[in-house]
């Protein structure tokens, strides 16, 4: 399974790669104005920043929300550099963007997929991900890794190359539910990919191998 950091905030983004493990960066309009980024040149050069700190996938959420300011925003932030993949809510304007931006060679990321039925759609458009968004199912008593393992086996059955990016991970039992299910990426905040490190157990070890080390001096 591919991680993917969730933020625009290039420290983090900066202090994740230096981990070697991070494949690719989502970011949303709120992650971005989160980081006080506004503007249109502001946003596509911070775009380009992420670009340079990872290589990998980098999703770029449009901001317009109907068909046609869709693709051309679409069109235009995939062209900043080859890894972008833009980012389209799961709308039946959002859907018809897919296809469109899809047909032209553009990578596609369906976000605010929330049921089976909206994952199949975005994935007969030829989006390149769908983005199920575990954590606020969650928030509303549904399963959100549940939901992931659905769309996982629904497309494996009926082939589709469509590639399920568990969203809104909150914690490190998201990843490792979403791990189990077999989502192809997830996209986390660093803090949940920092806290798989934690063990009590490593801890104790790593105190006894500390003092035991003091007799090897
Ligand atoms: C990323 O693709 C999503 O926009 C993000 O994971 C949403 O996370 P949140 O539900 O914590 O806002």
Redo the contacts with the bound molecule.
Sequence with gaps: MKFFL?TANLAQISQAASLGVIDGV???P??MAKEGVSGREVIRNHYIAICSLVDGDI?A?VLATDYEGMVVEGVSLSELHPNIVV?IPCTADGIRAIKTLASRGIKT?C?LIFSVGQALLAAKAGASYV?P?V??LDDVGADGVELVGQIVEVFARYGYPTQV?A????NAAHIVGCLEVGADVA?CPLQPILDLLKHPLTDKGLEIFKLDTEKLR
């Design positions: 969730d989502t970011t949303n709120s992650l999703s959420e980012k990321n976000t983005s968004f954590g606020r990016l969203a809104s991970i909150r996209t």
